[in-house]
Structure formats: structure tokens, C-alpha cells
């Protein structure tokens, strides 16, 4: 469901993929500063791992990450000015990006052990 102050209305699949894009940009080795003040490059993605995919210290699952892999959310994110993207290569989070409150880490993201 999304979050009650989603000011933009990002439907539920662009919530999902903003916050794995949030979690990614703040990982040294998928992500670079820049190339603006306060925004991150995504460089590298993850891999799947079953039916599931490793991010850092999260799980995510199969199902909450299509659009990480969707050309079109990456354009939508895009366009309402959270992003920049070069698909598939690479996506830049703007600084409104980068601190749009998504609302559903504690659905997508899964902490703890395998």
C-alpha cells in the first residue's frame, strides 16, 4: 500500500523500486558520488539468488524488484524528477531522490539471515 505523503503518487511498483534504487546508492561498490552535489550514480545490480536477491545487509524478494530491470519505471522515475537514467547501464538519484520517503523499506527490504 502506499504510504500516506507520496506527493509525486509513485504507484506501488515505482515505491518499491526507489527504495531498492535508495538502498543500492548508498552501497560503495554499486554506487559512486555524483555526478551533482547530493546525488548517486547506480552502477552496478544485483544479481538474482534463487527466487531472491542480496542487497547489502537486506533480502529482497523476486517479486518487489521487477522494476529495478523495467525500462519504463526507470523512465517514470525519471520524469518526475527523482532520477537520471542511462538504461540499463546506470541511474543517477537525484537529492529529491535520495530522500523521497517511499514508505515500504520495512515491506521490501528484509533484514537479517539466509
Do not use: C
Not at 526507470?74 to 542511462?86: P, Q, T, V
Amino acid at each position: 500500500m502506499p504510504p500516506k505523503n507520496n506527493p509525486l503518487k509513485l504507484n506501488p511498483l515505482q515505491l518499491r523500486t526507489l527504495t531498492i534504487l535508495q538502498l543500492l546508492a548508498n552501497l560503495p561498490a554499486a554506487a559512486t558520488a555524483g555526478p551533482g552535489p547530493g546525488e548517486r550514480t547506480i552502477h552496478q545490480f544485483p544479481s538474482a539468488h534463487g527466487d531472491h536477491y542480496h542487497i547489502g545487509d537486506s533480502t529482497v524478494m523476486g517479486k518487489d524488484i521487477t522494476g529495478l530491470f523495467n525500462e519504463k519505471v526507470w523512465h517514470a522515475l525519471e520524469r518526475k524528477g527523482l532520477a537520471r537514467s542511462d538504461w540499463p547501464h546506470r541511474m543517477t538519484l537525484t537529492v529529491e531522490g535520495m530522500s523521497y520517503v517511499t514508505g515500504v523499506a520495512d515491506e521490501v527490504l528484509h533484514r537479517g539471515g539466509h
